[in-house]
């Protein structure tokens, strides 16, 4: 059985597992890999210093690459050119983050595949193929159920003075932030989406409150009326779920499910030990 390379990349972290005879040998972590922020010559320069240093008398012979911005055609050209110089003999494939959460969630089975980490995104797969996309638009349009959009909402509540008394004042304890700065880092700063979804951490910390609730809540329904609800397929097949968000609030997720008498599947936190399953 061949030494496989796998790869679950963010743009700020990127997960790599070396397989061999179809167990887990080793976990890496390196910088994130976007080729919208990095050129092939900087992400070659990251991977000698930070991945090919720790791989040292392994030989790998295929790479499965999953990662951010991969669903741009010239963003896949320049990531595996960047792996046929670091790896001229290894047998290479390149997908995005989508086909990775499909192929740890599903496996080789039919199913919905749903992303909600710091963004959202979902696809109906066949158990081979992604076949039906429901965008997430980003941030600003879209989105809904992110980490991005429940943090969008937290910060809402507070600056439009919606909390009571007793959540205002965790808010405040909790994040030391003015709302100038706030409305700074959303409007002048890059990275906006990250910064909103540092406030979903609030969510988790402050359950059982009714209004932390309702965000919750109201905010993973929007992703099931205006996502999932886009699938013929939710009706007849398991809804996956993988990423922060979804595994820190399961419980609402389950219960939404309940709701709708759609059948929940696997939550996962991260695509990695799925990913392993499915290359194994």
């Given amino acids: 059985m061949p030494v496989r390379l796998i790869a679950d990349s963010g743009a700020t972290k990127c997960e790599w597992c070396v397989l061999e005879n179809g167990k887990k040998k ?54 595996k050119a960047v792996f046929k110089k670091l790896f001229p003999k290894s047998k290479t494939e390149v997908q995005n983050d989508l086909l990775a959460a499909a192929r740890a969630l599903c496996c080789k089975t039919k199913g919905i595949a749903c992303i909600l980490g710091t963004g959202a995104n979902s696809c109906f797969y066949n158990g081979k193929n992604m076949v039906k996309n429901s965008p997430g638009l980003g941030y600003i349009l879209g989105d809904e159920g992110s980490g991005a959009y429940l ?76 996502h999932l609800y886009k699938y013929r397929e939710s009706w007849t097949h398991p809804i996956h779920f993988v990423g922060s968000i979804a595994f820190g609030f399961k419980d609402v997720l389950k219960e939404l499910c309940s709701t709708y008498e759609l059948e929940l599947g696997r939550v996962l936190k991260a695509p990695m030990q799925g990913l392993i399953e499915y290359h194994r």
Avoid: C, W
């Fill in 26 to 79: 080793k976990t890496i972590y390196t910088q994130g890999i976007s080729p919208y922020f990095l050129s092939g010559p900087q992400i070659i320069s990251l991977l000698e210093k930070e991945l090919l240093t720790k791989l040292k008398n392994i030989t790998v012979q295929e790479i499965y690459f999953y990662g951010t911005g991969l669903g741009n055609p010239n963003n896949i050209k320049i990531v």
């Fill in 151 to 226: 943090g969008k909402k937290v910060v809402q509540y507070y600056l439009y003075n919606t909390y009571d008394e007793e959540l205002k004042a965790r808010f405040e304890k909790r994040f030391m932030v003015t709302p100038m700065e706030i409305l700074e880092n959303v409007y002048k700063k890059p990275l906006a989406n990250r910064y909103l979804a540092s406030y979903a951490i609030f969510l988790a910390e402050n359950r059982g409150h009714y209004m932390i609730e309702n965000i919750i809540e109201d905010g993973l329904n929007d992703f099931f009326f205006t």
